[in-house]
């Protein structure tokens, strides 16, 4: 069975940075382009980040272009998220995903809050 598994998640002042990690397990995680997504009360899922299956190429939504950074240990079956210069605006769940044989499969996400 495909699992999931985020944390680092937590409260930070803004300007401060957190790193999220996801484990995966169940599949092989190294020919799989992996997602970070967020979401926040009375809003729609957005999609933060993505990262191809060697970590060659991402993808930041335009929120978090120069803040955030996805990247990925292959050895060791995680994809982190480090965020950096964070904001209120970046309050959320935070959650790891990703598509397998054309199903979808979700962690179980992640707080982030960002008060001071």
């Known amino acids: 069975q495909v699992q999931l598994v985020e944390s680092g998640g937590g409260l930070v002042q803004p300007g401060g940075s957190l790193r999220l990690s996801c484990v995966a397990s169940?599949?092989?995680?190294?020919?799989?382009?992996m997602r970070w997504y967020r979401q926040t009360p009375g809003k729609e899922r957005e999609l933060v980040a993505a990262?191809?299956?060697?970590?060659?190429?991402?993808n930041y939504a335009d929120s978090v272009k120069g803040r955030f950074t996805i990247s990925r240990d292959n050895a060791k079956n995680t994809v982190y998220l480090q965020m950096n210069s964070l904001s209120p605006e970046d309050t959320a769940v935070y959650y790891c995903?990703?598509?397998?044989?054309?199903?979808?499969?979700w962690g179980q996400g992640t707080q982030v809050t960002v008060s001071s």
């Open positions: 169940g599949f092989t995680f190294s020919y799989f382009v």
């Open positions: 995903y990703v598509v397998k044989s054309q199903s979808q499969y």
């Open positions: 990262i191809s299956s060697t970590g060659g190429v991402t």
